[in-house]
């Protein structure tokens, strides 16, 4: 079935970066809205951007300013730029796939922010 095989995540001191980078099939990459999620300990997963086919783009206020999610609509990945990275950025970030009827997940990749 769908497979959103996502890469990137690891150890990074507070202020530095990541790239995470999220590959989706091309039979439903330009009918789909992407996005990134994230659930930390004891938290809700909660929304950390997206991007349509259009390339409009929606970012949590905790990432405004911070993250740039993006798009290669010829290699059917959507990536996820994180600058100036905080130790509450610490999570498991999902690749997510969604339109009106269906939803589809990565298995996560974890993010931590630590000295």
């Known amino acids: 079935q769908v497979q959103l095989v996502e890469s990137g995540g690891g150890l990074v001191q507070p202020g530095g970066s990541l790239r995470l980078s999220c590959a989706a099939p091309?039979?439903?990459?330009?009918?789909?809205?992407m996005g990134w999620y994230r659930q930390a300990p004891g938290k809700q997963r909660e929304l950390v951007a997206s991007i349509t086919s259009g390339g409009s783009t929606n970012y949590a206020d905790s990432a405004k300013g911070r993250f740039t999610i993006s798009r290669d609509n010829n290699k059917n990945t959507v990536s996820l730029q994180m600058n100036s990275l905080k130790p509450e950025d610490t999570a498991v970030y999902y690749c997510?796939?969604?339109?009106?009827?269906?939803?589809?997940w990565g298995q996560g990749t974890q993010v931590t922010v630590s000295s």
């Open positions: 997510n796939a969604k339109n009106y009827y269906f939803t589809y």
């Open positions: 091309g039979s439903i990459f330009s009918r789909y809205v």
